[in-house]
C-alpha cells in the first residue's frame, strides 16, 4: 500500500513479493488536515506500507493515521518499507536544550508499526538501528547495485568518498566495482559552507573519477570535491549517490560541475538509475514467512 508519491517504487515491490495492491484515498481539507481511507479489504492480511520519509515532517501523519486505521480494520501485521528513512541526523544532544529528534522519530514509528525495511540510514553514532528503533528491522545495502552500475558505464573508475566517516563505504563499493578509491578530508563550518583536500589527487590522473555518496542534500560537499578535481585539471567527475534528496539548487550547481549524476529510486527523481526494488523485496519477505 503506498502512501503519496510511492506509487512507483511500490508497485515495483509488489511485483516482487507476489502481493496484492492496496487502495488509499488521501487528500487535504481546506484547513490543512488530512483525510485518509482504506478502500482495500484488510482483515488478518500483512500489510507493507510504502513511504520514503524524505520530507517527512508532511508525511508523518498520514502515515501514522494509515497504520492505526490498518490495525483498527483487523490487518495481521503493519511493515514500513521506508527506502529513505529520515531523523538519524540528530543523535546526540550537541548544545544544551537540543531534542534528540532521532530517538522521538523511532520511539514514534516504533509505536504504530510491526517491523521496518530501510535503505543504508545514516548511522553515525548509532551502531545499529534497534538502538533506537523497538520493532524488528532490516537494513539493505546499496553498494552492491551502486557498483554494479559503476562496473558496467565507468571506464577505469576510481572511487571517491566525500570525507573520512565515508571510507568504510565506499571502500564496499570500490572492491565490488573492482576499482581504487579515496576519501577526502571535509571541514563543515555550517549547512551550506564546507572545505575539502582531496590527498593523493595525481592517483585519479588515469582513472575516471566517481563521487559516491550516501545523501545528497544541499549537495555542496560533492560539490566543492567535483569543482576541485576539475579546477586541478581532473575529468569532470560522475556522481553516484544512494538518497537524492537535492534541496534547493543542489541540482543545478552539481550539474555545471559533473559529467553525469545516478542515484537509486529510494526517492523518486529524475537522475534514478539504480532500481533498489529487488533486495528491499528480498527483506520484506523475511517479515511475511506463512504462521504456524
Keep these: 500500500m503506498a502512501m503519496p508519491g510511492n506509487e512507483q517504487f511500490a508497485d515495483l515491490l509488489c511485483a516482487r513479493i507476489e502481493g496484492d495492491p492496496g487502495r488509499l484515498e488521501h487528500r487535504q481539507f481546506p484547513d490543512g488536515e488530512t483525510y485518509l481511507r482504506i478502500r482495500s479489504e484488510i482483515g488478518d492480511r500483512d500489510v507493507v506500507l510504502v513511504c520514503s520519509l524524505d520530507k517527512p515532517d508532511a508525511k508523518m501523519l498520514p502515515l501514522l493515521f494509515a497504520a492505526d486505521t490498518l490495525r483498527e480494520l483487523g490487518a495481521r501485521s503493519i511493515g514500513l518499507v521506508a527506502p529513505y528513512l529520515a531523523y538519524m541526523r540528530q543523535d546526540v544532544r550537541f548544545q544544551p536544550g537540543e531534542a534528540v529528534t532521532s530517538r522521538t522519530f523511532a520511539a514514534t514509528l516504533s509505536r504504530h508499526l510491526d517491523w521496518l525495511v530501510t535503505v543504508d540510514p545514516h548511522l553515525h553514532r548509532y551502531q545499529a538501528l534497534d538502538e533506537v528503533y523497538r520493532i524488528p528491522s532490516r537494513v539493505v545495502h546499496a553498494a552492491p547495485l551502486m557498483a554494479h552500475w559503476i562496473r558496467q558505464n565507468v571506464v577505469r573508475p576510481i572511487i571517491i568518498g ?131
Excluded at 550516501?214 to 555542496?220: K, L, N, P, V, Y
Excluded at 553525469?260 to 529524475?270: D, L, P, Y
Design 162 to 292: 566525500p570525507d573520512r566517516e565515508s571510507e568504510q563505504w565506499v571502500s564496499q563499493v570500490a572492491a565490488a566495482a573492482g576499482a581504487p578509491f579515496l576519501v577526502c578530508d571535509k571541514e563543515r563550518s555550517g549547512d551550506r559552507s564546507v572545505r575539502i583536500a582531496i590527498p593523493h589527487a595525481k592517483a585519479l590522473v588515469d582513472h575516471q573519477p566517481v563521487l559516491v555518496d550516501d545523501i545528497a542534500s544541499s549537495g555542496r560537499t560533492l560539490a566543492v570535491a567535483a569543482r576541485q578535481l576539475v579546477d586541478r585539471g581532473h575529468r569532470p567527475p560522475d556522481c553516484a549517490v544512494v538518497h537524492p534528496l537535492f534541496a534547493d539548487d543542489a541540482m543545478q550547481l552539481l550539474h555545471s560541475l559533473v559529467r553525469r549524476i545516478v542515484s537509486t529510486n529510494t526517492i523518486g527523481h529524475v537522475t534514478n538509475g539504480v532500481d533498489m526494488s529487488g533486495p528491499v523485496a528480498d527483506a520484506v519477505k523475511t517479515f511475511l514467512l506463512p504462521r504456524a
